[in-house]
């Protein structure tokens, strides 16, 4: 996953910890706020979908801006699973607080089939923390 044609950008990222240390360490941040990694994936599904049929910035539930930019083309998951996410990007912005995040179709994917929230330093690391406060994401249970 550091390099190579599929890994182009690197999903690893500068992290220098197993692929296993970084799943782990991402589901100890989650635990005890009771938040599963569907429950982040389910929310970036949400805005995903609240974008894709839009054109340019949407206000979505008077609280996000939300703005997907389409590219042309898939991605292979690194899981070798036989997913192919769209190179699409959303982006996220909380009006309450300023903040934004923004994760391709497959951070989707990955967060919730696999736990994988990439590493430190990846182009596309999804920080599971930070994900939580700006999308407000409360526990599904």
């Not at 839009?54 to 703005?67: R, Y």
């Not at 699409?88 to 309450?96: E, W």
Request: hydrophobic share 40%; proline share 4%; charged share 30%.
């Amino acid at each position: 996953m550091r390099s190579g044609q599929l890994a182009a950008h690197q999903f690893l990222g500068t992290d220098t910890r197993s692929l296993k240390d970084i799943i782990r360490h991402d589901q100890l941040v989650l635990e005890p706020l009771g938040i599963t990694n569907q429950d982040i994936a389910n929310r970036m599904r949400y805005f995903t979908e609240k974008a894709a049929g839009g054109l340019g910035l949407q206000v979505v539930d008077d609280v996000f801006e939300v703005e997907r930019e389409e590219h042309k083309g898939d991605i292979p998951c690194p899981f070798a699973d036989n997913v192919q996410a769209s190179k699409s990007i959303t982006r996220v912005k909380n009006l309450r607080t300023g903040r934004s995040v923004s994760w391709s179709d497959l951070n989707i994917h990955l967060v919730d089939e696999h736990g994988f929230f990439e590493g430190h330093g990846a182009p596309f690391r999804v920080d599971p923390a930070e994900f939580v406060e700006v999308l407000e994401i409360k526990a599904s249970k």
